[in-house]
């Protein structure tokens, strides 16, 4: 199985960015999937979950904020990232919700 997140970069505050995560290896549109988060210095921070169904649930820091999908024709899973914040900034993960699995991460820089 692997995971590959891509779509990071450095974006002012308030702008927006859009990661994906490019799933091989398993059968995509069965697994609930979650973002996660690393802020320099910090813990893992849970992000946003979506079951195989597209219901989507989020971290109270990005309600409003963020967006999660998937193309289970595509075996990828986004995150879009609106109104960002330099608080937002950190390594964002994918992962199979259940699973340690994650992807290589990409990093999101957001600047005020």
């Known amino acids: 199985v692997q995971l590959v997140e891509s779509g990071g970069g450095l974006v002012q505050s308030g702008g927006s960015l859009r990661l994906s995560c490019a799933a091989s290896?398993?059968?995509?549109?069965?697994?609930?999937m979650r973002w996660a988060r690393q802020a320099p210095g910090k813990g893992l921070e849970w992000v946003s979950d979506i079951d195989s169904d597209g219901r989507t649930s989020y971290a109270d820091s990005v309600k409003g904020r963020f967006t999660a999908s998937r193309d289970n024709a595509k075996n990828t899973l986004y995150l879009q990232m609106n109104s960002l914040k330099p608080e937002d900034t950190a390594v964002y993960y994918c992962?199979?919700?259940?699973?340690?699995?994650r992807g290589q991460g990409t990093q999101v820089t957001v600047s005020s």
């Open positions: 992962g199979i919700v259940g699973s340690s699995l």
């Open positions: 290896g398993l059968i995509f549109s069965i697994f609930p």
